[in-house]
């Protein structure tokens, strides 16, 4: 029989999502487990799966329509099935009957295609990766590695390829350069670039350049800009015109924490607590102290949170998101790491519920990893304020009439004018750098 295939509502607060593709065609045969199509919210991004096996008789959408939550997409079903029933449209005189006249036709064109597909041997060469099943996690690691996720073989459900599938390239060394993933060219098994990685050059792509001419043409792409990207945008323009926002600096003795990390390191401790993990909690207490940064400013009036719910900035390969870890002061540091690392991880797979990327009183955003000094957070309205994590450094300082050197890891703390002064902002900065300083306290408190 025919089933509707419905658009899901990931959390609460979302009302409707855009289809950014569609994996399979009308008339196209479906399997359990096969990807239908992608789709996102303002925040993140999905895929949904059949539950039930037959042919794609209709799609009531485009790519790029903005769809209802709980309305119906797509129905899947027998061939000659009627669908009529299940379109949920508005009438704008679409001829949703030729659909099912064209379903024949577009199977036999499927057939075709599938049955003059070239085939290439493993071993041998690297079918381009859209051809290729592959889970959101094993997307982002084969992303994060320069490996092609074609060379896999797939071990998951559906003959996906999941993380363990990747984890297995890296293991033998099977990595190519971004530029030749992405030429979508026929890659081979080994190449001239760092590592064995197969590169541009190695599959013909990169020719000599001479003389001073102007070219006749310019080589680009456009892509089309994506939901999220959008509302990133907005989000950060809106944020600009209308906080006064201003950024202090300063910076700490990382002695101790990379002391207690080396510890619990050597421990080998169930739960990784990173020193991200310890900044946020302890930005978790102290801020407490300090009312006015963790609250929203709503212009004539001033929300005040009773508990610390941090908004954690995490980049992900669809731009960045912030999920919230709410009442991260009321747990302990093990449980807040795991919190942060969940969220994180869910963020980056695109499996985040929506109604956790908001209701954050206060953001932290790290990065030092990258080895960036020092920077400008920008403030995500009506929050009051965003603190930013930076790299450690080797800093000298004068104790005991000596010159001794110190790992200083340098902080950056944003914070909008209108609703706080720069002198409690400042305090805030100066408690948080003693507390981080002298973690082991903090722990006792």
């Known amino acids: 029989m025919a089933i509707p295939v419905i658009m899901p509502r990931q959390g609460q607060s979302v009302e409707s999502c855009i289809i950014t593709k569609w994996h399979k065609a009308v008339g196209e045969q479906v399997s359990v487990g096969d990807v239908l199509f ?19 008789l209709i799609q009531f959408y485009d790519e790029w329509d903005d769809v209802p939550v709980l309305v119906n997409v797509c129905v899947v079903g027998n061939e000659g099935e009627s669908f009529d029933e299940y379109d949920q449209r508005e009438a704008s005189g679409e001829a949703v009957t030729e659909a099912s006249e064209e379903v024949a036709g577009e199977a ?4 075709s295609t ?20 592959v889970s959101p996690r094993a997307k982002n690691l084969a992303s994060k590695l320069s490996i092609d996720t074609a060379m896999a073989e797939s071990t998951g459900p559906s003959g996906r390829v999941i993380e363990r599938d990747i984890l297995k390239l890296k293991e033998q060394g099977i990595f190519a350069t971004q530029a030749a993933l992405a030429s979508g060219e026929v890659l081979s098994a080994t190449g001239t670039g760092i590592g064995g990685r197969m590169s541009v050059g190695d599959i013909g792509l990169m020719t000599p350049v001479t003389g001073t001419d102007v070219p006749s043409e310019l080589g680009y792409r456009d892509e089309k800009t994506t939901n999220i990207r959008k509302m990133i945008s907005k989000a950060m323009m809106n944020s600009l015109q209308t906080t006064s926002q201003l950024t202090l600096t300063s910076s700490f003795d990382a002695t101790e924490m990379l002391s207690l990390r080396k510890q619990q390191k050597a421990s080998n401790m169930e739960v990784n607590i990173s020193i991200n993990d310890m900044v946020v909690f302890a930005v978790s207490r102290v801020i407490k102290n300090h009312p006015a940064l963790n609250a929203h400013f709503l212009g004539d009036t001033i929300r005040y949170f009773d508990n610390v719910h941090m908004g954690i900035a995490v980049d992900t390969e669809r731009g960045l998101l912030v999920p919230t870890v709410f009442n991260s002061d009321l747990r302990s540091l093990v449980n807040l790491a795991e919190a942060v690392k969940d969220v994180a991880m869910k963020s980056k797979e695109g499996t985040i519920n929506p109604d956790l990327l908001q209701g954050a009183s206060f953001t932290i955003t790290n990065l030092g990893t990258f080895g960036i000094e020092s920077f400008t957070p920008v403030i995500n309205p009506p929050q009051t304020g965003i603190l930013g994590v930076n790299t450690i450094t080797q800093r000298v300082k004068e104790v005991d009439g000596e010159l001794v050197t110190y790992p200083a890891m340098g902080l950056s703390l944003t914070f909008d004018h209108g609703a706080l002064d720069g002198a409690p902002a400042a305090r805030f900065l100066q408690e948080l750098c003693v507390a981080l300083e002298n973690f082991t306290l903090l722990l006792m408190q």
């Open 114 to 133: 599938e049955a003059n597909t070239e085939t290439f041997t493993k071993q041998d060469t690297i079918v381009p990766s859209g051809s290729v099943k």
């Open 38 to 56: 992608s789709y996102e919210t303002d925040k993140a991004s999905f895929e949904e799966e059949a539950t039930v096996s037959g042919t794609m």
């Open 108 to 111: 036999t064109k499927v057939a």
